[in-house]
Nanobody, 112 residues
Framework: QVQLVESGGGLVQSGGSLRLSCVASRSIASIYAMGWYRQAPGKQRELVARITNTGLTTYGDSVKGRCTISRDNAKNTIWLQMNSLKPDDTAVYYC??????WGQGTLVTVSS
């Protein structure tokens, strides 16, 4: 089964930016869609962004206009660029293969 490894999380001040990366252990070229989800303490996991193998993107309402998801099949990698971060964006961010594997998560903490 493919393994997903996220990186790029950390502590950032409100208004700052972070770029998350997710590297897969095998080729993602044939994978229909990959995405980012997040889970804050006491809350359900929610979609942040998703990208298909044709480049079609979907964003959660809470991050529209502030985040950009991208994908490079040759590098087996997807990224999530997050700008204008808010304290409400504090969560563990998970990389996901549509209907498949999950990464271990990377913590993003936004201070006010």
């Amino acid at each position: 089964q493919v393994q997903l490894v996220e990186s790029g999380g950390g502590l950032v001040q409100s208004g700052g930016s972070l770029r998350l990366s997710c590297v897969a252990s095998r080729s993602i070229a044939s994978i229909y869609a990959m995405g980012w989800y997040r889970q804050a303490p006491g809350k359900q996991r929610e979609l942040v962004a998703r990208i298909t193998n044709t480049g079609l993107t979907t964003y959660g309402d809470s991050v529209k206009g502030r985040c950009t998801i991208s994908r490079d099949n040759a590098k087996n990698t997807i990224w999530l660029q997050m700008n204008s971060l808010k304290p409400d964006d504090t969560a563990v961010y998970y990389c996901n293969i549509f209907a498949g594997a999950w990464g271990q998560g990377t913590l993003v903490t936004v201070s006010s």
